[in-house]
Nanobody, 120 residues
Framework: VQLQASGGGLAQAGGFLRLSCTIS????????MGWYRQAPGKQRELVAI???????NYADSVKGRFAISRDNAKTTVSLQMISLKPEDTAVYYC???????????????WGQGTQVTVSS
């Protein structure tokens, strides 16, 4: 099972960026997909997540500015980020909780991380 993330990069404060992540591999169900981030010297934190049922949850710090969505196949999630702030600077990690074929439990999967830098 692999998570392939794309997007990110450098933006100015008030600007926008978009992240996308696709899960692939021998999976038969996905409980949730989303994004976490980790800034230097800080713990990894949830940014946004969407469940298989379509429910979403956002960190308070990004509500109203970030929007998570997914494709019809439910294997790609995107994070649209607007009104970016310097404090959004972090490495963003794609996350998925999914069921791999042959297993009787779900597992957590992580992407490789993509840098988002917001300049003031």
């Amino acid at each position: 099972v692999q998570l392939q993330a794309s997007g990110g990069g450098l933006a100015q404060a008030g600007g926008f960026l978009r992240l996308s992540c696709t899960i692939s591999g021998d999976i038969f169900n996905i409980n949730a997909m989303g994004w976490y981030r980790q800034a230097p010297g800080k713990q990894r934190e949830l940014v946004a997540i969407i469940t298989t049922g379509g429910s979403t949850n956002y960190a308070d710090s990004v509500k109203g500015r970030f929007a998570i969505s997914r494709d019809n196949a439910k294997t790609t999630v995107s994070l649209q980020m607007i009104s970016l702030k310097p404090e959004d600077t972090a490495v963003y990690y794609c996350y998925a909780q999914a069921w791999q074929s042959g297993r009787f439990y779900s597992s957590d999967y992580w992407g490789q991380g993509t840098q988002v830098t917001v300049s003031s």
